[in-house]
T-cell receptor
Framework: GAGVSQTPSNKVTEKGKYVELRCDPISGHTALYWYRQSLGQGPEFLIYFQGTGAADDSGLPNDRFFAVRPEGSVSTLKIQRTERGDSAVYLC???????????FGDGTRLSIL | AQSVTQPDIHITVSEGASLELRCNYSYGATPYLFWYVQSPGQGLQLLLKYFSGDTLVQGIKGFEAEFKRSQSSFNLRKPSVHWSDAAEYFCAVGQFGTGTASKLTFGTGTRLQVTL
C-alpha cells in the first residue's frame, strides 16, 4: 500500500540557496506534520497542518522556514537562504485526523555545503 | 512543557535474550505515548501506542509496553530479541484533549545492537 512519500530522498546544496522538500501523505489523511531530525537526535516538531491550514507552526526555527499545503494533500517545506545548521533529515508524517497515530515517510536528507 | 527521557543511548543484547528499553516522560495531564522504531536510512515505524485503558499495550513484532503513571514511565519490552530487531528506538509523548496532541515530543533514542 502507498505510504507517506517524500522527495527528494537526498538533497545537497550550497549555503545560501533555496530548497523545497515535498511530502505526499497517505491518501485520505487530513493531518500532516513536518519534523526535523539532526544526527543522533530524535525528531523535533516543526509544523502541523489540518487540511490546508497550518494549525501549529510553533516548531519552525525562524522565518527562513515556511510550509504550505494548498489543496490539503501534498505539502512543501521551503527553506530560504539555507545555512549549514539546516543540515538534517526532514521527516514528514500524516494521520487520518489529529490525535491519531502518525505514519512517517523515509525522510529527505538535506546537506548544506 | 512535555519532555521524554531515554536514559540508555546504546544497548547490546544477545539474540534470544529479553529486552527492556526505558522511557520516562514529563507531562502534566494524560499523555499519549508511543514507541517508534527506525532502521538506518528509513523513516519511523509505529510499534505501539497508549491512549487510555489497559496500561499494558501490545504492539507489532512481539513488542509490548507498560504505562506506569506513578513512575511516569512507558518502558518497551520484548521477551526474546531477534537479530532483525537491531535499530534505533524512540519513545514519544503527545498531549491529550487540547487539540495539540499531534505535536509529538521524542526522546533522543536508544540504539539496540543484537549479537548472535
Amino acid at each position: 500500500g502507498a505510504g507517506v512519500s517524500q522527495t527528494p530522498s537526498n538533497k545537497v546544496t550550497e549555503k545560501g540557496k533555496y530548497v523545497e522538500l515535498r511530502c505526499d501523505p497517505i491518501s485520505g489523511h487530513t493531518a500532516l506534520y513536518w519534523y526535523r531530525q539532526s544526527l543522533g537526535q530524535g525528531p523535533e516538531f516543526l509544523i502541523y497542518f489540518q487540511g490546508t491550514g497550518a494549525a501549529d507552526d510553533s516548531g519552525l526555527p525562524n522565518d527562513r522556514f515556511f510550509a504550505v499545503r494548498p489543496e490539503g494533500s501534498v505539502s512543501t517545506l521551503k527553506i530560504q537562504r539555507t545555512e549549514r545548521g539546516d543540515s538534517a533529515v526532514y521527516l514528514c508524517a500524516s494521520s487520518l485526523w489529529r490525535d491519531q497515530p502518525q505514519h512517517f515517510g523515509d525522510g529527505t536528507r538535506l546537506s548544506i555545503l | 512543557a512535555q519532555s521524554v527521557t531515554q536514559p540508555d543511548i546504546h544497548i547490546t543484547v544477545s539474540e534470544g535474550a529479553s529486552l527492556e528499553l526505558r522511557c520516562n516522560y514529563s507531562y502534566g495531564a494524560t499523555p499519549y505515548l508511543f514507541w517508534y522504531v527506525q532502521s538506518p536510512g528509513q523513516g519511523l515505524q509505529l510499534l505501539l501506542k497508549y491512549f487510555s485503558g489497559d496500561t499494558l499495550v501490545q504492539g507489532i513484532k512481539g513488542f509490548e509496553a507498560e504505562f506506569k503513571r506513578s513512575q511516569s514511565s512507558f518502558n518497551l519490552r520484548k521477551p526474546s530479541v531477534h537479530w532483525s530487531d537491531a535499530a534505533e528506538y524512540f519513545c514519544a509523548v503527545g498531549q491529550f484533549g487540547t487539540g495539540t496532541a499531534s505535536k509529538l515530543t521524542f526522546g533522543t533514542g536508544t540504539r539496540l545492537q543484537v549479537t548472535l
